[in-house]
């Protein structure tokens, strides 16, 4: 585009305008800010003003960069005062009407060259295209919340936007330190068409009362390496903003899964926003603060009063790959611990890949040599289950078959002493199949640990209809005190984490076969836009299509969900081999 870009409107200076004009002025553009009223104009120089004073805290500005970014920006009431603007971007809160509203005030006011951005979320930008008699000149430039921060940035096309205006969006985008991915005019883009989804069902697990805030967040961080928990993420969105992008998602794809769920209305109705509100999912410390302060549902520190069961000794049965990682958790915890395995080489093998996995600690300074031997010497090893009659806790960790499973605990029945606690590790198959084959049902939980063990903060302690207070709290007693994070949920398909991730890779999936943007775009909008450690294809050729296949499977088979049914692609994948990283080929090629 033969103009350059020097000065740029921006209308709403709310959470996401008032960062894009930061983000336009550091790089040395005049901006001009639209606000609705006097109010709004105040409150719009409080988010600058805070968001750079937080930058210059954190040494990313100097004083003078600060005064002059700040200089860069006047304020206004008036759209006519963006007549000589070489771009506007419009950040008004997400609806349909406002926005047309402001497109064709706007048409009438910028030079007839001007290219018009909107930085909706949900909304169809050619909807708001057909609002003006420019439409090839208007586009979605979706920034991510806090707009200085995060580097994606969506570039939507419309089946009428000049490709000239899109060089030059991408361009300016660039320019801006951000990285473009450029996008068709679909309800949430990539990012959010992924992202809330598993957002409305964080949401409906808590209003199911199937976890608590703090347990669903904590699941998400220290079970996916995520940076926040998707309740703290929808406080920071805003829970109106969320409920307006949901309401558009879904009357696009008609997915139940993302109709809002009612709890969220509630919270809107009742004022409880989020941050912006000062309450949301959490309470703040004050409006638009990121501290949060207890509040009556914030659970009381140590235990929940409930009489726990000493646990000394410990059995472990298998001696594959979580089962090692968890013999190795228990005896750094000090526990003395008996390996259960089908024949001596196999336990052999285990205590050689234990003893392997210590040097490698003693090796990087993380653990001393005598904490290590001493390790070692708390384990021993059997063949027969019968050996584990004394012990405290049994944790089983064997292939996932459930006939295999039933048969172990059917045994550890009749062997253990009363009062043993006896945790099965699945990450699939129903606790309550495990507490059924046993005559002590009230003895029996989940203990999910995640791969690997050694590393994983995580570990989910998971309830059936029939387990015992006292075994819920030790069991979560025994994870702090081995340094992990116990989150509690019920005995429900993919307990939390594979409940909320698994679906959100298959939609991932179900875009990549609608041809609606590649893997590596996909990938990057979830890494550059969400923060998540890794995109949702790398993801899956790390964890095996097969065996996310088989949990997506499950979770379809436990909730007839029509939207979590295995996406075809990921079906045939499977079905030729191509299974990630341990076949060299999955979604991408490793060679
Ligand atoms: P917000 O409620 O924080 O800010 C909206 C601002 O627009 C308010 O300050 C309001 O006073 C102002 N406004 C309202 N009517 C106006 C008018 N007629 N003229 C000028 N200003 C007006 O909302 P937000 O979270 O900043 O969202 C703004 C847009 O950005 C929405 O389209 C949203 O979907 C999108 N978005 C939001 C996020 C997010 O995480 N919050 C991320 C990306 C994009």
Same mark, same amino acid.
Request: proline share 4%; with cysteine.
């Given at each position: 585009?033969?103009?350059?870009?020097?000065?740029?409107?921006?209308?709403?200076? @709310?959470?996401? @305008?008032?960062?894009?004009?930061?983000?336009?002025?550091?790089?040395?553009?005049?901006?001009?800010?639209?606000?609705?009223?006097?109010?709004?104009?105040?409150?719009?120089?409080?988010?600058?003003?805070?968001?750079?004073?937080?930058?210059?805290?954190?040494?990313?500005?100097?004083?003078?960069?600060?005064?002059?970014?700040?200089?860069?920006?006047?304020?206004?009431?008036?759209?006519?005062?963006?007549?000589?603007?070489?771009?506007?971007?419009?950040?008004?809160?997400?609806?349909?009407?406002?926005?047309?509203?402001?497109?064709?005030?706007?048409?009438?006011?910028?030079?007839?060259?001007?290219? *018009?951005?909107?930085?909706?979320?949900?909304?169809?930008?050619?909807?708001?295209?057909?609002?003006?008699?420019?439409?090839?000149? +208007?586009?979605?430039?979706?920034?991510?919340?806090?707009?200085?921060?995060?580097?994606?940035?969506?570039?939507?096309?419309?089946?009428?936007?000049?490709?000239?205006?899109?060089?030059?969006?991408? !361009?300016?985008?660039?320019?801006?330190?951000?990285?473009?991915?450029?996008?068709?005019?679909?309800?949430?883009?990539?990012?959010?068409?992924?992202?809330?989804?598993?957002?409305?069902?964080?949401?409906?697990?808590?209003?199911?009362?199937?976890?608590?805030?703090?347990?669903?967040?904590?699941?998400?961080?220290?079970?996916?390496?995520?940076?926040?928990?998707?309740?703290? *993420?929808?406080?920071?969105?805003?829970?109106?903003?969320?409920?307006?992008?949901?309401?558009? *998602?879904?009357?696009?794809?008609?997915?139940?899964?993302?109709?809002?769920?009612?709890?969220?209305?509630?919270?809107?109705?009742?004022?409880?926003?989020?941050?912006?509100?000062?309450?949301?999912?959490?309470?703040?410390?004050?409006?638009?603060?990121?501290?949060?302060?207890?509040?009556?549902?914030?659970?009381?520190?140590?235990?929940?009063?409930?009489?726990?069961?000493?646990?000394?000794?410990?059995?472990?049965?298998?001696?594959?790959?979580?089962?090692?990682?968890?013999?190795?958790? %228990?005896?750094?915890?000090?526990?003395?611990?008996? +390996?259960?395995?089908?024949?001596?080489?196999?336990?052999?093998?285990?205590?050689?890949?234990?003893?392997?996995?210590?040097?490698?600690?003693?090796?990087?300074?993380? %653990?001393? !040599?005598?904490?290590?031997?001493?390790?070692?010497?708390? &384990?021993?090893?059997?063949?027969?289950?019968?050996?584990?009659?004394?012990?405290?806790?049994?944790?089983?960790?064997?292939?996932? !078959?459930?006939?295999?499973?039933?048969?172990?605990?059917?045994?550890?029945?009749?062997?253990?002493?009363?009062?043993?606690?006896?945790?099965?590790?699945?990450?699939?198959?129903?606790?309550?199949?495990?507490?059924?084959?046993?005559?002590?049902?009230?003895?029996?939980?989940?203990?999910?640990?995640?791969?690997?063990?050694?590393?994983?903060?995580?570990?989910?302690?998971?309830?059936?209809?029939?387990?015992?207070?006292?075994?819920?709290?030790?069991?979560?007693?025994?994870?702090?005190?081995?340094?992990?994070?116990?989150?509690?949920?019920?005995?429900?398909?993919?307990?939390?984490?594979?409940?909320?991730?698994?679906?959100?890779?298959?939609?991932?999936?179900?875009?990549?076969?609608?041809?609606?943007?590649?893997?590596?775009?996909?990938?990057?909008?979830?890494?550059?836009?969400?923060?998540?450690?890794?995109?949702?294809?790398?993801? *899956?050729?790390?964890?095996?299509?097969?065996?996310?296949?088989? &949990?997506?499977?499950?979770?379809?088979?436990?909730?007839? !969900?029509?939207?979590?049914?295995?996406?075809?692609?990921?079906?045939?994948?499977?079905?030729?081999?191509?299974?990630?990283?341990?076949?060299?080929?999955?979604?991408?090629?490793?060679?």
């Amino acid at each position: 585009m033969a103009t350059q870009i020097k000065t740029v409107g921006v209308v709403g200076m @709310g959470t996401m @305008g008032a960062g894009i004009a930061e983000v336009l002025a550091r790089t040395g553009h005049d901006v001009v800010a639209v606000e609705v009223d006097a109010h709004g104009v105040t409150r719009g120089r409080g988010h600058l003003e805070h968001s750079t004073a937080r930058a210059l805290e954190r040494g990313k500005l100097d004083e003078t960069a600060r005064r002059e970014l700040l200089d860069r920006i006047s304020f206004t009431t008036e759209l006519a005062d963006l007549a000589d603007a070489d771009l506007v971007i419009e950040a008004v809160p997400e609806r349909l009407d406002l926005k047309s509203r402001i497109f064709t005030e706007l048409d009438g006011i910028v030079r007839s060259d001007v290219m *018009l951005a909107s930085n909706t979320s949900s909304l169809s930008i050619t909807q708001l295209a057909v609002q003006t008699k420019r439409p090839d000149k +208007v586009v979605g430039m979706h920034f991510f919340n806090p707009a200085p921060v995060l580097k994606l940035v969506e570039v939507v096309r419309t089946v009428v936007t000049d490709p000239e205006v899109i060089s030059a969006v991408t !361009e300016l985008a660039h320019s801006l330190g951000k990285t473009p991915v450029v996008v068709g005019d679909r309800a949430g883009f990539i990012a959010n068409g992924l992202l809330f989804g598993y957002l409305n069902h964080a949401a409906r697990m808590v209003e199911e009362r199937y976890a608590t805030r703090e347990n669903l967040d904590a699941a998400m961080r220290y079970g996916c390496g995520y940076p926040m928990g998707p309740l703290a *993420l929808l406080d920071l969105i805003g829970l109106d903003t969320a409920y307006e992008i949901l309401d558009a *998602l879904y009357r696009q794809s008609r997915d139940r899964r993302h109709a809002p769920v009612p709890l969220l209305k509630q919270m809107i109705t009742a004022g409880l926003l989020g941050r912006k509100s000062g309450r949301g999912f959490y309470t703040y410390a004050a409006q638009d603060s990121s501290t949060v302060v207890p509040d009556a549902a914030t659970p009381s520190d140590g235990e929940s009063g409930v009489q726990t069961r000493p646990i000394g000794t410990v059995g472990v049965v298998g001696t594959g790959t979580m089962a090692t990682g968890i013999v190795e958790v %228990l005896v750094k915890g000090g526990h003395d611990v008996i +390996v259960r395995g089908r024949s001596n080489s196999r336990t052999q093998d285990a205590v050689v890949a234990i003893t392997r996995s210590l040097d490698k600690a003693v090796n990087r300074g993380k %653990l001393s !040599e005598s904490d290590r031997d001493a390790a070692l010497g708390r &384990i021993s090893t059997t063949t027969s289950l019968d050996d584990f009659a004394s012990v405290d806790l049994v944790v089983e960790a064997v292939a996932e !078959e459930l006939d295999v499973k039933r048969g172990i605990f059917a045994t550890l029945d009749e062997v253990c002493k009363p009062g043993a606690i006896l945790a099965t590790t699945t990450s699939s198959l129903p606790v309550v199949e495990c507490s059924a084959a046993t005559a002590r049902p009230g003895d029996v939980v989940g203990m999910h640990f995640f791969n690997p063990a050694p590393v994983m903060k995580l570990v989910e302690v998971v309830a059936t209809i029939s387990t015992t207070a006292d075994v819920v709290a030790t069991a979560g007693q025994l994870a702090r005190s081995w340094g992990k994070v116990p989150v509690t949920c019920g005995d429900r398909a993919g307990f939390i984490v594979n409940a909320l991730l698994f679906p959100y890779l298959n939609d991932a999936v179900r875009m990549l076969e609608a041809h609606y943007a590649s893997a590596e775009d996909i990938d990057t909008a979830m890494e550059v836009g969400a923060a998540l450690p890794m995109g949702p294809f790398a993801l *899956l050729d790390v964890v095996g299509l097969d065996v996310s296949l088989a &949990i997506q499977r499950r979770l379809y088979q436990e909730f007839r !969900e029509p939207g979590f049914a295995p996406a075809p692609l990921l079906e045939h994948l499977v079905t030729a081999g191509l299974l990630g990283r341990k076949t060299r080929k999955g979604f991408r090629d490793y060679s």
